[in-house]
């Protein structure tokens, strides 16, 4: 099984728990995890060994078991400024879109969704939202850079407030799995990064896409 959260699906099945009761287990559990400037190395870390797992357990769940019915799929939290494309996205690929969002945190909902450099998705980048209004400069914003690929690789998720004093906070490294949550607390308005290479020392991006994280008004 790989690493993809947009494949996090398995073919075995099992009948004793359903997926949307494992990922509020799972949101309650990353809520231990602080965010923004307050997430140090050791607790991304930790968060990502907890993601990890969540993945693998989601796969061993088999959701396409007969007794799964369509009812007891995730169903992701969506701004209701969110574009068609994130909707579609969410749609088809909703249990990533809810775990994607279970990492960032409570009360965070679904505002961009993208796949990276185009269809054949090399990355996904997820921005969510907090609030009504995320074309508001004050709106609090966080990011998840997925990678889709088969194996490790060079990513960069880089998100800039609005406000110059706030600036901008990112992760970056080898991943296997995603680069962030990367967050500002002004987030709306502002502009996400996403960058993805074989290696750091590689010249050729495979993903260099910079976005509004939010529209404006």
């Given at each position: 099984?790989?690493?993809?959260?947009?494949?996090?699906?398995?073919?075995?099945?099992?009948?004793?728990?359903?997926?949307?009761?494992?990922?509020?287990?799972?949101?309650?559990?990353?809520?231990?995890?602080?965010?923004?400037?307050?997430?140090?190395?050791?607790?991304?870390?930790?968060?990502?060994?907890?993601?990890?797992?969540?993945?693998?357990?989601?796969?061993?769940?088999?959701?396409?078991?007969?007794?799964?019915?369509?009812?007891?799929?995730?169903?992701?939290?969506?701004?209701?400024?969110?574009?068609?494309?994130?909707?579609k996205i969410a749609a088809e690929n909703p249990v990533a879109v809810v775990a994607a969002a279970t990492v960032?945190?409570?009360?965070?909902?679904?505002?961009?969704?993208?796949?990276?450099?185009?269809?054949?998705r090399l990355g996904t980048l997820f921005v969510y939202v907090k609030g009504s209004n995320p074309a508001s400069?004050?709106?609090?914003?966080?990011?998840?850079?997925?990678?889709?690929?088969?194996?490790?690789?060079?990513?960069?998720?880089?998100?800039?407030?609005?406000?110059?004093?706030?600036?901008?906070?990112s992760d970056e490294g080898n991943f296997s799995q995603y680069a962030g949550p990367v967050y500002r607390a002004?987030?709306?308005?502002?502009?996400?990064?996403?960058?993805?290479?074989?290696?750091?020392?590689?010249?050729?991006?495979?993903?260099?896409?910079?976005?509004?994280?939010?529209?404006?008004?």
């Amino acid at each position: 099984m790989d690493n993809r959260m947009g494949d996090l699906i398995g073919s075995r099945r099992c009948y004793s728990l359903r997926p949307s009761m494992f990922l509020e287990f799972l949101g309650r559990l990353l809520e231990w995890f602080p965010e923004g400037d307050l997430m140090t190395v050791r607790s991304r870390h930790a968060a990502r060994i907890v993601f990890s797992a969540a993945v693998a357990t989601l796969g061993v769940l088999g959701v396409t078991a007969p007794q799964v019915a369509a009812a007891d799929r995730p169903v992701p939290s969506i701004s209701a400024k969110a574009d068609m494309n994130a909707r579609k996205i969410a749609a088809e690929n909703p249990v990533a879109v809810v775990a994607a969002a279970t990492v960032c945190g409570t009360g965070y909902n679904l505002y961009r969704a993208e796949q990276l450099p185009d269809a054949s998705r090399l990355g996904t980048l997820f921005v969510y939202v907090k609030g009504s209004n995320p074309a508001s400069n004050d709106a609090p914003t966080c990011a998840i850079f997925d990678n889709n690929t088969s194996g490790a690789k060079w990513m960069k998720l880089k998100l800039c407030s609005n406000y110059t004093a706030e600036g901008c906070a990112s992760d970056e490294g080898n991943f296997s799995q995603y680069a962030g949550p990367v967050y500002r607390a002004h987030g709306g308005c502002g502009t996400v990064t996403a960058l993805m290479k074989n290696t750091s020392s590689s010249s050729t991006y495979l993903v260099n896409a910079v976005r509004d994280s939010t529209n404006c008004n």
